[in-house]
């Protein structure tokens, strides 16, 4: 089955650090890949997609992320945390033969002062 | 603006009861969807609709019914069928075929069943 793998349901780092969220997808089929965010209490919103052009997606708020076909993941960073970016990420994928979006269970990222 | 509207944001429930959660957009995307949110288990698609006055099951649709008589409109329906409905839980919109494309969300409806 297509499914999508969130490594870490809780990720803390230090204001100005690295932010590194994992993301891994099961398929030899190429997909179409996102990255959502999502506030307390809101709904979600999409930070990047990676759909078969460059390898390397950047987004909104500073985010970017790389796919790796050879490692089958999606991983995102960003090179220095702000307090604002303390919410709740989700990976996500797609597939041309199917007409949804399947997410993974997303990785809830805290900022240290 | 446009955007994806839900409504209401909080709802409380008894045992027994249906209860039907609204959705409209004014984007004018042909495709809606339902999906549950769940501590821990991120989102799970309940049913979808690709064109009016059709929809399909999605991963978890026992105890929900939907109707899609409107493209604006996508209401869903909790039945009491439903063994555990206390979730919050999230509309979305996108073009048509827009698996290489954006979900738009609303902001959400959180029930829970007392």
């Known amino acids: 089955a297509q499914s999508v793998t969130q490594l870490g349901s809780h990720v803390s780092v230090s204001e100005g650090a690295l932010v590194l969220l994992r993301c891994n997808y099961s398929?030899?089929?190429?997909?179409?890949l996102f990255w959502y965010v999502q506030y307390p209490n809101q709904g979600l919103q999409l930070l990047l997609k990676?759909?078969?052009?460059?390898?390397l997606v950047k987004g909104i708020n500073g985010f970017e992320a790389e796919f790796k076909k050879s490692e089958t993941s999606f991983h995102l960073t960003k090179p220095s945390a702000h307090m604002s970016d303390a919410a709740e990420y989700f990976c996500?994928?797609?597939?041309?033969?199917?007409?949804?979006?399947?997410f993974g269970s997303g990785t809830r990222l805290s900022i240290r002062p | 603006d446009g955007g994806i509207t839900q409504s209401p944001k909080y709802l409380f429930r008894k045992e027994g009861q249906n209860v039907t959660l609204s959705c409209e957009q004014n984007?004018?995307?042909?495709?809606m969807y339902w999906y549950r949110q769940d501590p821990g288990q991120g989102l799970r698609l309940i049913y979808y609709s690709q064109i009016v006055n059709d929809f399909q099951k999605g991963d978890i649709a026992e105890g929900y019914s939907v109707s899609r008589e409107k493209k604006e409109s996508f209401p869903l329906t909790v039945t009491s069928a439903q063994k555990n409905p206390t979730a919050f839980y999230l509309c979305?919109?996108?073009?048509?075929?827009?698996?290489?494309?954006?979900?738009?969300f609303g902001e959400g409806s959180r029930l829970t069943v007392l």
């Open positions: 398929s030899s089929v190429p997909p179409y």
């Open positions: 984007l004018n995307h042909d495709a």
């Open positions: 996500a994928v797609a597939y041309s033969s199917a007409s949804k979006i399947i």
């Open positions: 979305a919109s996108s073009m048509r075929g827009a698996i290489t494309g954006e979900l738009f």
């Open positions: 990676y759909t078969s052009a460059a390898t």
